[in-house]
Protein backbone atom coordinates (compact mmCIF):
# COMPACT_ATOMS: atom_id res chain seq x y z
CA UNK A 1 0.00 0.00 0.00
CA UNK A 2 1.65 3.41 -1.04
CA UNK A 3 1.84 5.41 1.60
CA UNK A 4 2.98 9.67 1.35
CA UNK A 5 2.93 11.54 5.07
CA UNK A 6 4.01 14.97 4.22
CA UNK A 7 5.38 17.30 6.89
CA UNK A 8 7.26 20.35 7.91
CA UNK A 9 4.71 23.05 7.18
CA UNK A 10 3.47 26.01 9.64
CA UNK A 11 2.50 29.87 9.82
CA UNK A 12 5.29 31.71 8.38
CA UNK A 13 5.83 36.01 7.41
CA UNK A 14 6.00 37.05 4.01
CA UNK A 15 9.63 36.05 2.80
CA UNK A 16 10.79 33.37 5.12
CA UNK A 17 11.32 29.96 4.50
CA UNK A 18 9.91 26.32 4.96
CA UNK A 19 11.35 22.58 3.90
CA UNK A 20 8.69 20.63 3.46
CA UNK A 21 9.00 16.52 3.51
CA UNK A 22 7.57 14.17 2.55
CA UNK A 23 7.83 10.52 3.86
CA UNK A 24 7.29 7.30 1.01
CA UNK A 25 6.57 3.61 2.04
CA UNK A 26 4.74 0.58 0.24
CA UNK A 27 6.54 1.15 -2.66
CA UNK A 28 9.67 1.44 -4.74
CA UNK A 29 10.49 4.98 -4.59
CA UNK A 30 13.35 5.52 -5.98
CA UNK A 31 11.58 4.41 -9.48
CA UNK A 32 8.97 6.76 -9.45
CA UNK A 33 8.25 10.28 -10.83
CA UNK A 34 7.24 12.37 -7.62
CA UNK A 35 4.67 15.46 -7.63
CA UNK A 36 4.31 18.85 -5.20
CA UNK A 37 0.94 19.84 -5.33
CA UNK A 38 -0.76 22.27 -3.80
CA UNK A 39 -4.66 23.30 -2.47
CA UNK A 40 -5.51 27.41 -1.78
CA UNK A 41 -9.00 27.78 0.34
CA UNK A 42 -12.22 27.91 -2.14
CA UNK A 43 -9.76 26.91 -4.87
CA UNK A 44 -8.72 23.63 -7.45
CA UNK A 45 -5.53 21.61 -6.93
CA UNK A 46 -2.46 23.42 -8.47
CA UNK A 47 0.88 21.74 -9.68
CA UNK A 48 3.99 23.16 -7.97
CA UNK A 49 7.13 20.92 -9.17
CA UNK A 50 8.02 17.54 -10.59
CA UNK A 51 11.53 15.31 -10.47
CA UNK A 52 12.45 12.34 -12.06
CA UNK A 53 13.43 8.90 -10.23
CA UNK A 54 17.04 9.65 -10.22
CA UNK A 55 16.63 13.33 -9.21
CA UNK A 56 18.50 14.64 -12.28
CA UNK A 57 15.23 16.34 -13.92
CA UNK A 58 12.81 18.87 -12.56
CA UNK A 59 10.40 21.02 -13.24
CA UNK A 60 8.32 24.22 -11.66
CA UNK A 61 5.21 26.20 -12.16
CA UNK A 62 6.09 29.52 -13.44
CA UNK A 63 5.41 31.42 -9.96
CA UNK A 64 7.69 29.37 -7.81
CA UNK A 65 10.62 29.39 -10.32
CA UNK A 66 13.78 30.50 -8.34
CA UNK A 67 12.14 30.51 -4.87
CA UNK A 68 11.47 26.31 -4.37
CA UNK A 69 13.53 23.73 -4.91
CA UNK A 70 12.82 20.00 -5.16
CA UNK A 71 14.45 17.11 -4.48
CA UNK A 72 14.49 13.53 -3.05
CA UNK A 73 16.99 10.82 -1.28
CA UNK A 74 15.96 7.72 -2.56
CA UNK A 75 17.98 6.30 0.29
CA UNK A 76 15.60 7.74 2.98
CA UNK A 77 12.51 7.47 0.49
CA UNK A 78 11.63 10.77 0.86
CA UNK A 79 10.85 14.41 -1.54
CA UNK A 80 11.74 17.34 -0.07
CA UNK A 81 10.60 20.93 -1.36
CA UNK A 82 12.29 23.83 -0.09
CA UNK A 83 10.31 27.18 0.04
CA UNK A 84 12.29 30.72 0.17
CA UNK A 85 10.94 34.09 0.42
CA UNK A 86 7.46 32.70 0.98
CA UNK A 87 4.76 35.19 -0.51
CA UNK A 88 1.21 34.84 0.95
CA UNK A 89 -0.44 33.84 -2.17
CA UNK A 90 1.33 30.55 -1.58
CA UNK A 91 -0.57 29.89 1.05
CA UNK A 92 -2.34 26.47 0.61
CA UNK A 93 -2.35 22.66 1.48
CA UNK A 94 1.06 20.89 -0.39
CA UNK A 95 0.45 17.51 -0.97
CA UNK A 96 2.80 15.25 -2.38
CA UNK A 97 1.72 12.59 -5.21
CA UNK A 98 3.29 9.72 -7.13
CA UNK A 99 3.28 10.10 -10.86
CA UNK A 100 3.16 6.25 -11.65
CA UNK A 101 0.12 3.91 -12.73
CA UNK A 102 1.89 0.96 -11.08
CA UNK A 103 1.49 3.28 -7.87
CA UNK A 104 -0.70 5.56 -7.41
CA UNK A 105 -1.03 7.93 -4.40
CA UNK A 106 -0.88 11.22 -2.64
CA UNK A 107 -0.58 12.38 1.03
CA UNK A 108 -3.08 14.31 3.41
CA UNK A 109 -1.10 17.31 2.96
CA UNK A 110 0.47 19.81 5.33
CA UNK A 111 -0.79 23.14 6.00
CA UNK A 112 1.42 26.44 4.68
CA UNK A 113 0.20 29.92 5.87
CA UNK A 114 2.09 32.90 4.99
CA UNK A 115 1.37 36.44 6.88
CA UNK A 116 2.30 39.03 8.51
Known amino acids: EVQLVESGGGLVQPGESLRLSCAAS????????MNWFRQAPGKGPEWVSG????????SYRDSVKGRFTISRDNAKNTLYLLMNNLKPEDTAVYYC?????????RGQGTQVTVSS
Open 97 to 105: QTNSNRWPG
Open 26 to 33: GFTFSNVF
Open 51 to 58: INSGGGYT
